[in-house]
C-alpha cells in the first residue's frame, strides 16, 4: 500500500488495522500453542510425538511471519516512522512467543 495525500488519513488507519489484527493472531497463535503444550504435559496419550512438534512449528512459523510483517507494515507508513526508533526481540521460551521493544 502506497499513502497517497487524497487517502493518506484512510490508508493510515488501514494499516493501523491490519498491525492490530497482526497482534492478535500472535495472541491467539500463542495461546492455540500453549493449549497444545498443556495437552502433551498432562500426557494426553491420543497426541503423537511427531504430531506434536509439527504443530508446535507450525504455530511458531505464523508467529515469527506475523511479527516480521509489523515493522515491515510499519516501514511504509509516515505516521509509524517513530516506531523505527525502536528495536524488536523475540524468543521462544517455556510460556511460548515473547516480543518486546528495547
Known amino acids: 500500500m502506497k499513502d497517497s495525500k487524497e487517502s493518506g488519513a484512510r490508508v493510515v488507519r488501514m494499516k493501523e488495522e491490519t498491525i492490530e489484527g497482526h497482534r492478535e493472531s500472535i495472541r491467539l497463535y500463542g495461546s492455540k500453542r500453549r493449549e497444545l503444550k498443556l495437552e502433551v504435559y498432562s500426557r494426553d496419550p491420543s497426541i503423537n510425538r511427531d504430531t506434536f ?7 511458531d512459523t505464523l508467529i515469527e511471519k506475523r511479527v516480521d510483517q509489523i515493522p515491515e507494515l510499519a516501514e511504509t507508513s509516515a505516521a509509524d516512522k517513530d516506531l523505527l526508533n525502536y528495536e524488536y526481540s523475540r524468543s521462544s521460551g517455556w510460556r511460548g512467543w515473547s516480543w518486546e521493544t528495547t
Open 53 to 59: 512438534f509439527s504443530a508446535m512449528d507450525k504455530y
